[in-house]
C-alpha cells in the first residue's frame, strides 16, 4: 500500500524567511510525484509533477526536488498570498491512484 | 480557474437521502477522478473513469456510486445518506486523446460542500 508523510503539518514563517516542507513517500514503483496548492474550501491547484529521483522544477518562488524517498518543496522568500495547504501525492504503478498526504498548512505572516 | 466545473457548490441535506453531484471535466480530458475530502480523512481517492469505463476503484462505499456519460461529464450519486458523509467531493480531469497516461497531472474543480443533517 503506498503511503505518504508530510513535515510538518504546520508551519509559520515570516515574510521573506525561506524553508523547505517535506514529503516522504512508500511506494512500489513510482510514476509520478505532485505537489498542489490548496486555499480553504478551493480545490487543489497543480503546481509540479517529477518523475525520477534527481529532477527538480521551479515556478516563481517554489522549487520542487525529488529523490528514491522524499520529495522536498523549498520556498524562497515566501510572501503572505503564498499562504495554503500544501499537498504531496504519488501515482504507483501498483496502486493506479493518487495517494495523497496530508498537508502541510503553511502561513505566512507580513 | 482549472477548467473543470462541479455542480451545486453547495449541498444540505438530511440522513437516508440521495444526491447527485456534477463534473465536467476540461475540455478533451477523458479521464474524470472523484475524490472526498473530510476533516480527518484528508483527500481520498473515490473512482476512476476513463472514456465512459471505470477504470479503477478506491474506497468508495457500496452506497456510493458513479458513471461517465458520453460527453464525457461524470455524475456521483451518494444514496442512504449518513452524517459522516459529510465532506468536500472533488472531481479532477486529466488525459487528452493522443496523450493518454494515467500519470499525467490531474486538475481539480472547484468541490461540492455536502452537509448531511
Known amino acids: 500500500e503506498d503511503q505518504v508523510t508530510q513535515s510538518p503539518e504546520a508551519l509559520r514563517l515570516q515574510e521573506g524567511e525561506s524553508s523547505s516542507l517535506n514529503c516522504s513517500y512508500t511506494?512500489?514503483?513510482?510514476?509520478?510525484l505532485f505537489w498542489y496548492r490548496q486555499d480553504p474550501g478551493k480545490g487543489p491547484e497543480f503546481l509540479f509533477t517529477l518523475y525520477s529521483a534527481g529532477e527538480e522544477k521551479e515556478k516563481e518562488r517554489l522549487k520542487a526536488t525529488l529523490t528514491k524517498k522524499e520529495s522536498f518543496l523549498h520556498i524562497t522568500a515566501p510572501k503572505p498570498e503564498d499562504s495554503a495547504t500544501y499537498l504531496c501525492a504519488v501515482f504507483s504503478g501498483s496502486a493506479r491512484q493518487l495517494t495523497f498526504g496530508s498537508g502541510t498548512q503553511l502561513t505566512v505572516l507580513p | 480557474d482549472s477548467g473543470v466545473t462541479q455542480t451545486p457548490k453547495h449541498l444540505i441535506t438530511a440522513t437516508g437521502q440521495r444526491v447527485t453531484l456534477r463534473c465536467s471535466p476540461r475540455s478533451g480530458d477523458l479521464s474524470v477522478y472523484w475524490y472526498q475530502q473530510s476533516l480527518d480523512q484528508g483527500l481520498q481517492f473515490l473512482i476512476h473513469?476513463?472514456?465512459?469505463?471505470?477504470?479503477a476503484k478506491g474506497n468508495i462505499l457500496e452506497r456510493f456510486s458513479a458513471q461517465q456519460f458520453p460527453d464525457l461529464h461524470s455524475e456521483l450519486n451518494l444514496s442512504s445518506l449518513e452524517l459522516g458523509d459529510s465532506a468536500l467531493y472533488f472531481c479532477a480531469s486529466s488525459e487528452k486523446r493522443g496523450a493518454p497516461s494515467s500519470y499525467n497531472e490531474q486538475f481539480f474543480g472547484p468541490g461540492t460542500r455536502l452537509t448531511v443533517l
Open positions: 473513469y476513463y472514456n465512459g469505463e471505470e477504470r
Open positions: 511506494v512500489s514503483g513510482l510514476r509520478g
